[in-house]
């Protein structure tokens, strides 16, 4: 299963969603010092360039470990850098492990177009049907609707409400099992 984790590459109809390269640390952390983007991640504060490195990185390895990371967002049209969605093990949560977490950021020029849904979809997918999940988790902060309304159209459900140790602020544990996802109508559009 590890053997080909550097080859995984997910195409939607809009996106190319790839392993990481050194091209994409810059675009990444322009997207990681935006304070809107970042409202919502921890406790909001933005990330530098060395800050966006080391994540790229941990992504990295974790690709290397586990069979699965983050992706890099590529706009299919434009081959411009969007951001990242992809698959972690949210050791920040220590309550909800052992578990898998979908997570995204785009940056601002590429909210409102369903792009993270689009993202997220594929690799939801690529973690039920090619690396064999049996359930996936997403987290996040209360507030955060545009977030939770991604989740929903996944087929997440909320279960639990709690606080985010490494910041002190509440937050909200959607879930989906394998067995929900492969019962979902229209799960393949």
């Not at 920040?92 to 997570?103: K, Q, R, T, Y």
């Not at 049907?129 to 309304?149: F, P, Y």
């Amino acid at each position: 299963m590890l053997q080909n984790a550097r080859m995984v590459t997910l195409e939607t109809p809009r996106l190319i969603l790839r392993r990481w390269c050194e091209a994409d640390v810059a675009p990444m952390a322009a997207v990681n010092a935006d304070p809107e983007v970042m409202r919502w991640i921890g406790d909001g504060s933005v990330r530098d360039e060395q800050q966006t490195r080391g994540g790229v990185q941990a992504s990295e390895s974790e690709w290397e470990s586990q069979g699965f990371g983050l992706f890099a967002v590529e706009i299919r049209s434009t081959g411009e850098l969007a951001g990242f969605t992809g698959l972690s093990v949210p050791h920040f949560l220590p309550e909800v492990l052992p578990a898998v977490e979908i997570g995204w950021r785009l940056g601002r020029s590429h909210w409102g177009q369903g792009l993270a849904t689009e993202a997220a979809a594929a690799a939801v997918r690529f973690g039920f049907e090619e690396r064999g999940l049996e359930r996936i988790v997403s987290i996040t902060q209360v507030g955060n609707d545009a977030s939770e309304r991604i989740m929903t159209k996944l087929g997440m459900r909320a279960v639990r409400e709690t606080v985010d140790p490494t910041c002190g602020r509440r937050v909200r544990v959607f879930e989906l099992s394998s067995e929900q996802y492969a019962n979902a109508p229209g799960r393949h559009t």
